[in-house]
């Protein structure tokens, strides 16, 4: 079950990353704004006037996993890290099916020549740079939860009311073991020795 919540931390940061990372590519290649307008219609990008309703959706799912992560390192249960390599395959998977499944449905059929798209390599290879800073973000956000919720579960200090007077003992010499006050003749006063013969 924690793996499942760690993946709704990851998987939206990963999914941000890699749409960022193909919007950057189709702005380096097609820079005019009115041609890459035509080319992502034709390419099957209507779908981006969904994006901010996804975003509200992901944004929440990873409120919820953040909050999740706090409420268990409260209780001292500190949950599993995220792997580099799914979280760099995460982006460059998305965006490879994200260009497939986009022509299939604009094409209605089986684009063979996606890969051989001029966005498509800039596009995958943006996705590293944008897959590392998802990994970054994710491990910062789960160590901020995490510190959170160890800070809320710390006990607040009690100062006793009343402390005890410590009085250090006298350092003594190493002379061996000590006599009787009475035995070194130096008292003073004391009571009269009492005779055992009768």
């Not at 590519?25 to 080319?39: D, F, H, N, S």
């Not at 094409?107 to 890969?115: D, F, L, R, S, V």
């Not at 800073?133 to 710390?154: F, I, N, S, W």
């Not at 200090?157 to 000590?178: F, T």
């Amino acid at each position: 079950m924690q793996r499942l919540w760690l993946w709704a931390l990851t998987l939206p940061l990963a999914v941000a990353g890699s749409e960022v990372a193909h919007s950057v590519a189709y702005r380096l290649v097609i820079p005019g704004a009115a041609q890459r307008g035509e080319v992502l219609k034709e390419t099957g990008h209507d779908y981006f006037s969904y994006v901010p309703l996804a975003a509200g959706f992901a944004g929440a799912l990873l409120v919820l996993a953040l909050a999740r992560r706090v409420v268990l390192a409260r209780r001292g249960v500190l949950g599993p890290r995220p792997s580099a390599a799914w979280v760099a395959a995460v982006p460059v998977l998305t965006f490879f099916l994200q260009e497939h499944l986009e022509r299939l449905i604009s094409e209605g059929a089986i684009p063979w020549g996606a890969a051989l798209e001029p966005t498509f390599l800039p596009g995958l290879l943006l996705q590293l740079p944008m897959a590392l800073l998802a990994y970054a973000l994710v491990r910062m956000l789960l160590r901020g939860a995490e510190a959170l919720g160890l800070a809320l579960a710390k006990p607040e200090p009690q100062v006793p009311l009343l402390r005890p007077l410590l009085i250090p003992a006298p350092a003594e010499a190493d002379a061996g073991p000590r006599k009787p006050v009475l035995a070194l003749r130096c008292a003073g006063r004391a009571p009269p020795r009492l005779s055992l013969a009768r």
